[in-house]
């Protein structure tokens, strides 16, 4: 059976996600999420007082963390835009010291979203 991420509510601005790690249901508030990562069948989840690893796929986080709030900058990453600090070339830094590179296809789109 599919482990399920996320139980999507009618509320069209979801504002939380319960996720499986280590076997209890964590909350996680969207707006606290830094960004999240693909690490094969995982998903590592960071906010600025934790880091979550849940099976999961970036994929199927992707119709969660979604524009205006949040962005695919990469086939492993989403981020926060709220949460970029900086943009040198094809790098983004966030708040937290954390750079994460942007695919190239990807950087037009971002930083219309940054309106850069």
Same mark, same amino acid.
């Given at each position: 059976?599919?482990?399920?991420?996320?139980?999507?509510?009618?509320?069209?601005?979801?504002?939380?996600?319960?996720? !499986?790690?280590?076997?209890?249901?964590?909350?996680?508030?969207?707006?606290?999420?830094?960004?999240?990562?693909?690490?094969?069948?995982?998903?590592?989840?960071?906010?600025?007082?934790?880091?979550?690893?849940?099976?999961?796929?970036?994929?199927?986080?992707?119709?969660?963390?979604?524009?205006?709030?949040?962005?695919?900058?990469?086939?492993?990453?989403?981020?926060?835009?709220?949460?970029?600090?900086?943009?040198?070339?094809?790098?983004?830094?966030?708040?937290?010291?954390?750079?994460?590179?942007?695919?190239?296809? !990807?950087?037009?789109?971002?930083?219309?979203?940054?309106?850069?």
């Amino acid at each position: 059976p599919k482990t399920k991420t996320a139980a999507p509510e009618n509320d069209s601005s979801l504002e939380r996600i319960f996720i !499986k790690v280590n076997g209890k249901l964590v909350k996680v508030i969207l707006d606290d999420i830094l960004y999240a990562e693909a690490l094969g069948d995982y998903l590592k989840i960071v906010t600025a007082a934790e880091t979550y690893t849940t099976l999961a796929t970036l994929k199927s986080m992707e119709d969660i963390l979604v524009a205006p709030n949040f962005f695919r900058v990469q086939r492993s990453f989403i981020v926060k835009l709220t949460s970029i600090k900086s943009v040198s070339g094809n790098v983004i830094e966030l708040n937290n010291g954390k750079s994460i590179t942007i695919a190239l296809n !990807k950087k037009e789109e971002l930083f219309n979203l940054l309106r850069i």
